[in-house]
């Protein structure tokens, strides 16, 4: 089973940026990042196909988070611009093996059963 690991987390005030990073074991089909906060179900962040190069965001950060690929690195990159206090909560990185063609995929990359793999978390804090 692939090993994620994610770092870059941390504390900003509200308007800043951090980039988080998952280093992976393999490359994997379908990657995403996914968060959650105190109280609060765990959502999908945003989604790469790694081999199509297709990206899906949740709304409420289209236009902040960008999520990228390095596949030399085998590693994931979100990175969070404009940061809010509502964007507080551990984000999670997770790998899946597959996605159907076309826009099946943005609803199956949403749901956490279609990953297999996770990573432990890392926390960001953004205040206000």
């Known amino acids: 089973q692939v090993q994620l690991v994610e770092s870059g987390g941390g504390s900003v005030q509200t308007g800043g940026s951090l980039k988080l990073s998952c280093a992976a074991s393999?490359?994997?089909?379908?990657m995403g990042w996914f968060r959650q906060a105190p109280g609060k179900l765990r959502e999908r962040v945003a989604s790469?196909?790694?081999?199509?190069?297709?990206?899906y965001y949740a709304d409420s950060v289209k236009g902040r988070f960008t999520i990228s690929q390095d596949n030399a690195k085998n590693t994931l990159y979100l990175q969070m611009n404009s940061l809010k206090p509502e964007d507080t909560a551990m984000y999670y990185c997770?790998?899946?093996?597959?996605?159907?063609?076309?826009?099946?995929?943005?609803?199956?990359?949403?749901?956490?059963?279609?990953?297999?793999?996770w990573g432990q978390g890392t926390q960001v804090t953004v205040s206000s």
């Open positions: 997770a790998a899946g093996s597959l996605c159907p063609a076309g826009s099946r995929c943005e609803q199956i990359s949403a749901r956490e059963d279609a990953y297999e793999a």
């Open positions: 790469i196909v790694i081999y199509r190069g297709t990206t």
């Open positions: 393999r490359n994997m089909y379908l």
